[in-house]
Nanobody
């Protein structure tokens, strides 16, 4: 579909904050829902958050509600994930991906992924 480049990861202490960015190449960004996913060592990739094409609707997994905020700037073809109150359990490689509809973000087997960005939360 499109090329995805994640960035912004790093090492933070418990309770800290970090903002991830995902730059999307292609010409259909504004029509696609975008989401963030993460994969911790020894675990499967899981859904984190998603946002509809125009940014009016969002969806979060329960474990990050109230702490993470997904947003997008379509003119920049970029989706963000603002992460606050970080916990060690948030440690993972974070990936972004897109789909035509927001409802497709959960439980979808995406055919390809970017390189991801590592988030490490130390205690």
């Amino acid at each position: 579909q499109v090329q995805l480049v994640e960035s912004g990861g790093g090492l933070v202490q418990v309770g800290g904050s970090l903002t991830l960015s995902c730059v999307v190449s292609g010409r259909t960004f504004s029509t696609y829902a975008m989401g963030w996913f993460r994969q911790a060592p020894g675990k499967e990739r899981e859904f984190v958050a998603a946002i509809s094409g125009l940014g009016y609707t969002t969806d979060y997994t329960d474990s990050v509600k109230g702490r993470f905020t997904i947003s997008r700037v379509n003119a920049k073809k970029t989706v963000y994930l603002q992460m606050n109150s970080l916990k060690p359990e948030d440690t993972a490689v974070y990936y972004c991906n897109g789909a035509p509809r927001l409802t497709q973000m959960r439980g979808t087997d995406f055919p390809s992924w970017g390189q991801g960005t590592q988030v490490t939360v130390s205690s």
